[in-house]
Nanobody, 123 residues
Framework: QVQLVESGGGLVQPGGSLRLSCVAS????????MGWYRQSPGKQRELVAT??????????ATAKGRFTISRDNANYAKNTVYLQMNSLEPEDTAVYYC??????????????WGQGTQVTVSS
C-alpha cells in the first residue's frame, strides 16, 4: 500500500551534518505520522523523531537541539519526510529507518518501514 524510499545517508566527520529524505508513495488512503528511527549494532531500534500530518514534531532527548524533522505534504500521492542532522557525534552512527503510519479508505491502519540508510560518524 505504501512504498518508502530513503536517501541521504553516508560517512561524515564528527561535528558534521547530513540530511536524510524519505518519500512515501501511495495510491489510496492517507499518510498520517511519519518519523525516523535508528538501530546500532547490538542495540534495539530507537526513536529519533516523528512528525504528525499537521507538522507537529516530537524528538528523542538525544536528538533535541541537533536534529530537525520536517515534511512536505504538497503532493497527496507522495509525502516526504526529512531529517536534518547537525553536530553529529560518533554515537549517532546507526542505520536510520523511515517509518510511516498509513490509513486505508476504511480506516485500517498500517505501519511501514523503509529499507534503512547507513549513517557513519567517524574521523
Amino acid at each position: 500500500q505504501v512504498q518508502l524510499v530513503e536517501s541521504g545517508g553516508g560517512l561524515v566527520q564528527p561535528g558534521g551534518s547530513l540530511r536524510l529524505s524519505c518519500v512515501a508513495s501511495i495510491s489510496r488512503g492517507s499518510i498520517d505520522n511519519m518519523g525516523w528511527y535508528r538501530q546500532s549494532p547490538g542495540k534495539q531500534r530507537e526513536l529519533v523523531a516523528t512528525i504528525t500530518g499537521g507538522g507537529d514534531p516530537n524528538y528523542a532527548a538525544t536528538a533535541k537541539g541537533r536534529f530537525t524533522i520536517s515534511r512536505d505534504n504538497a503532493n497527496y500521492a507522495k509525502n516526504t519526510v526529512y531529517l536534518q542532522m547537525n553536530s553529529l557525534e560518533p554515537e549517532d552512527t546507526a542505520v536510520y529507518y523511515c517509518n510511516t503510519v498509513w490509513y486505508s479508505p476504511t480506516w485500517s491502519r498500517g505501519d511501514y518501514w523503509g529499507q534503512g540508510t547507513q549513517v557513519t560518524v567517524s574521523s
